[in-house]
C-alpha cells in the first residue's frame, strides 16, 4: 500500500528528468515552469491549506513547536561538527541546507497522498514554522552572520520569499476568521491542484547527475543525516512532545524527505558552493526513492 501510494510520485520526478534532457518542450520552460509554480501555484496551495487549518488545535501548536526544536537540534549537532573540523561558509552553507531544508513539493505531495486533506493543513502549518526558520539559518551560515550588519537586506530576502508571504496570508485569514470569501476558494483550489505535478516534474528537470562525480563520500554523509538520521531525531521529539499520530506522521515525513532544490539557487546567489549544492540535491533526490518507504514503515 505504501509502495503503491508513493511510486507515482517519485515517477513525476523521473518523467521531468527524461523531458528535460530530451529538451522537451524546451530548456526556457523548464525555468519559467519553476518560477510560476514558486511565485504563483505553490503560495495558492499555502493559502489554501492554511485558511483550512484548525489553529486553534492543541496539536498544531505542538506540532509547530515539534518543527522548530528539530530544526534548532539539528542545526546545533552541524555547528558542533563544524567546530571540530573547521569549514568555509561556502561548503557549510550548502552542507547545513542539505541537512536541515526540505523539498516542500515531495513532502506535500507525500503527506497528500498518505493523509488527504487532513494531512495538507497540518503539512501547512509546518511549513509556515519551517520555511522561514531554515532560510534565515540558512543565509546566516552561507554568510557567517554577516547578514546581523544588515538586517534589512535580511528582512527584503525573507519578506520577498512567496513561500513565506503565503504561508503569512493564509495563517493571517485563518486566525481572522475571514476565510476566503466571494469564490477566491474556487479560483486558488484551481491554482494549487497544479502546483504539486508541476513541481515534481521540475525537481526531475533539476536533477544535475554529473554532480555526483565529485566528493561522493562527503554527499553521502550529508544525504545519511538528511534521510536516515533526521527521521529518527524527528520521531523522537514527536514521542516527547506526545504528539498524535497524524502530527508526528506529517514531522517525519518532511524530515524524510531530501532537501530543496531552491537551496541550489539560495547558495550560488550568497557565494557558496553550487556544485557542492547540487550535487547534495541530486543525491538526496535519487536515494529518497528507496530511503522514504523504509523510514515510513519503519517509523510511521
Not at 506540532?63 to 526544536?69: E, K, N, S, T, Y
Not at 515531495?106 to 519551517?130: D, I, M, Q
Not at 486566525?175 to 479560483?187: A, E, N, R, V, Y
Amino acid at each position: 500500500m505504501l509502495f503503491t501510494t508513493i511510486w507515482p510520485l517519485f515517477a513525476l520526478i523521473v518523467l521531468g528528468f527524461g523531458l528535460a534532457r530530451a529538451g522537451f518542450p524546451s530548456r526556457e520552460f523548464w525555468a519559467s515552469a519553476e518560477r510560476l509554480n514558486y511565485y504563483t501555484l505553490f503560495p495558492a496551495l499555502l493559502i489554501t491549506s492554511l485558511v483550512r487549518a484548525p489553529m486553534g488545535d492543541p496539536a498544531i501548536l505542538r506540532l509547530g513547536g515539534a518543527a522548530v526544536v528539530t530544526i534548532l537540534v539539528a542545526t546545533a549537532l552541524m555547528l558542533a561538527g563544524r567546530a571540530l573540523r573547521p569549514t568555509p561558509p561556502s561548503r557549510f552553507g550548502p552542507a547545513l541546507q542539505g541537512v536541515i531544508r526540505f523539498n516542500t513539493y515531495l513532502g506535500l505531495a507525500v503527506t497528500g497522498s498518505l493523509l488527504g486533506t487532513e494531512g495538507l493543513t497540518r503539512a501547512a502549518v509546518y511549513l509556515a514554522v519551517a520555511v522561514p526558520l531554515v532560510n534565515v539559518i540558512s543565509i546566516f551560515a552561507l554568510t557567517d552572520g554577516r547578514t546581523l550588519r544588515r538586517p534589512g537586506m535580511l528582512a527584503r530576502m525573507l519578506l520577498t520569499n512567496p513561500l513565506i508571504l503565503g504561508c503569512l496570508i493564509g495563517a493571517t485569514l485563518a486566525l481572522s476568521g475571514i476565510g476566503l470569501p466571494f469564490g477566491t476558494d474556487g479560483f486558488l483550489d484551481l491554482l494549487a491542484r497544479a502546483s504539486l505535478p508541476l513541481g515534481l516534474l521540475c525537481v526531475g528537470a533539476a536533477l544535475q547527475p554529473a554532480t555526483l562525480r565529485r566528493e561522493i563520500g562527503v554527499l553521502a554523509g550529508n544525504a545519511a543525516l538528511r534521510l536516515a538520521a533526521l527521521p529518527v531525531l524527528a520521531f523522537g521529539i514527536g514521542w516527547a512532545l506526545d504528539l498524535p499520530e497524524t502530527e508526528a506522521l506529517v514531522l517525519v515525513i518532511f524530515s524524510a524527505i531530501p532537501t530543496a532544490t531552491s537551496a541550489y539557487v539560495l547558495t550560488r546567489q550568497m557565494g557558496g558552493d553550487g556544485t557542492f549544492m547540487a550535487g547534495i540535491v541530486t543525491l538526496q533526490t535519487l536515494a529518497s526513492v528507496v530511503t522514504i518507504p523504509l523510514v515510513l514503515l519503519i517509523l510511521g
